[in-house]
């Protein structure tokens, strides 16, 4: 059974960074494409970023491109954020997920395991 537990979320202000991290357990890690998702209270659930097993390939949403950076560590089972220029629209739970048949998919469908959830809060 797949584990992903979600961390570095907290309160930030505008403009400033925060770094999410996504550990993996008890999986294929290195073979999965991984994604970030966020839901802000009373909204769907929406695509952030995925990255493929390899890290070769990457995604984003229009609203993170150019400030959000997704990355992974195979040899430490984790999946990384970086979150630059935070705006306060950008405040919501941040979830990781787990694609084991690397579609690299937007839709939270596609993706088999999911996380607890980490909260970031961008103050204006």
């Known amino acids: 059974q797949v584990q992903l537990v979600e961390s570095g979320g907290g309160l930030v202000q505008a403009g400033g960074s925060l770094r999410l991290s996504c550990a993996a357990s008890g999986g294929t890690f290195s073979r999965d494409t991984m994604g970030w998702f966020r839901q802000a209270p009373g909204q769907e659930r929406e695509f952030v970023a995925a990255i493929t097993w390899s890290g070769g390939s990457t995604y984003y949403a229009d609203s993170v491109k150019g400030r959000f950076t997704i990355s992974r560590d195979n040899a430490k089972n984790t999946v990384y954020l970086q979150m630059n220029s935070l705006k306060p629209e950008d405040t919501a739970v941040y979830y990781c997920?787990?694609?084991?048949?690397?579609?690299?998919?937007?839709?939270?469908?596609?993706?088999?395991?999911w996380g607890q959830g980490t909260q970031v809060t961008v103050s204006s």
């Open positions: 997920a787990a694609d084991q048949r690397g579609l690299g998919s937007s839709f939270p469908y596609e993706y088999d395991y």
